[in-house]
């Protein structure tokens, strides 16, 4: 059973930087991703990562200010975010075996999530 455990989320003021880690019990996949979902709103692809080739992919919203990567021989997964804003509060989730479909991410596994508050 795969399993994804997120941790680091927090509360941090407007500018500050927070490092979120996702540990696979079950190794490392061919994909993983970070998602973001506000209450009452869409879960919105924040960041990819494929493993064989390191290629990386940011939403708009998020570019220049958050970096995704990994570390294979630990199966985690970091997304260190920094210059955040309040707009970017939301419940945070780690992924795995990430696809695109009519524009947008999904993934087939998926961790509990972690809140990360912003205030400015």
């Known amino acids: 059973q795969v399993q994804l455990v997120e941790s680091g989320g927090g509360s941090v003021q407007a500018g500050g930087s927070l490092r979120l880690s996702c540990a696979s019990s079950?190794?490392?996949?061919?994909?993983h991703c970070w998602f973001r979902q506000v209450s009452g709103k869409e879960r919105e692809g924040v960041a990819v990562?494929?493993?064989?080739?390191?290629?990386?992919y940011y939403a708009d919203s998020v570019k220049g200010r958050f970096t995704i990567s990994q570390d294979n021989a630990k199966n985690t997964l970091y997304l260190q975010m920094s210059s955040l804003k309040p707009e970017d509060t939301a419940t945070y989730y780690c992924?795995?075996?990430?696809?695109?479909?009519?524009?947008?991410?999904?993934?087939?596994?998926w961790g509990q999530g972690t809140q990360v508050t912003v205030s400015s």
């Open positions: 992924a795995a075996q990430c696809f695109k479909y009519s524009g947008k991410w999904g993934a087939t596994y």
């Open positions: 079950t190794g490392t996949y061919s994909s």
């Open positions: 990562i494929f493993t064989g080739s390191g290629t990386t």
